[in-house]
């Protein structure tokens, strides 16, 4: 069964203290990595799409990398309304459904 | 372009009672898919909608089904609501089917069972 795990649950940092969080993956077949921002109550806000291994994509503060096991989501220098959960999802081979892992709530104080 | 919209945002339902949550698309996208999200944890797939047929069902008993019309709006409806079902119910627009196409949610629909 694919499976999405990711670490730490929860992460606090002052603003500008720079981190990353970890989303690891088991999949009988990748065929795409998705990290998405959620604020409370809200629906996810998409960020990134990554393919293969190797590809790394940037946003501003944020940038995103894939291996053959893991994607990291990289922050710099964060700011406060960078506050979020952020959550990573996979989609495989022949499926419809984006499986999700539990995110990581990210708090930058001021 | 308008992005995806869902209604209501709020709803406190009974035990027992049936409920319908309603979903417009993103501008030019055919594929409509629903998330469950409890507290604290990540979406889970419901099943997903493709030009009005389902494509895909999560682990859901058959109390959860859903709809799609022609201009690709959907709909989710559950009967028999037990308290488990108190959620944050997210559609999920996408231009295809394929793996590699993004889904863009909505606000969601927060959903209270008592």
């Known amino acids: 069964e694919d499976q999405v795990t990711q670490s730490p649950e929860a992460l606090r940092l002052q603003e500008g203290e720079s981190s990353s969080l970890n989303c690891s993956y088991t999949?009988?077949?990748?065929?795409?990595l998705f990290w998405y921002r959620q604020d409370p109550g809200k629906g996810p806000e998409f960020l990134f799409t990554l393919y293969s291994a190797g590809e790394e994509k940037e946003k501003e503060r944020l940038k995103a990398t894939l291996t053959k096991k893991e994607s990291f989501l990289h922050i710099t220098a964060p700011k406060p309304e960078d506050s979020a959960t952020y959550l990573c999802?996979?989609?495989?081979?022949?499926?419809?459904?984006?499986?999700f892992g539990q995110g990581t709530r990210l708090t930058i104080n001021p | 372009e308008t992005g995806v919209t869902q209604s209501p945002t709020h709803l406190i339902k009974t035990r027992g009672q049936q409920v319908t949550l309603r979903c417009s698309s993103q501008?030019?996208?055919?594929?409509v898919s629903w998330y469950q999200q409890a507290l604290g944890q990540g979406p889970q797939f419901i099943f997903q909608?493709?030009?009005?047929?389902?494509?895909g069902r999560g682990n859901f008993p058959p109390r959860f089904s859903g709809l799609q019309f022609p201009n690709y709006s959907s709909e989710l409806n559950v009967n028999a609501l037990e308290l488990d079902d108190s959620a944050l119910y997210l559609c999920a627009s996408s231009p295809g089917t394929g793996g590699n196409t993004e889904a863009f949610f909505g606000q969601g629909t927060r959903l209270t069972v008592v």
């Open positions: 909608y493709y030009r009005e047929e389902e494509n």
């Open positions: 999802a996979v989609r495989t081979w022949g499926a419809q459904k984006l499986v």
């Open positions: 999949v009988s077949g990748l065929r795409g």
């Open positions: 501008s030019g996208h055919n594929t």
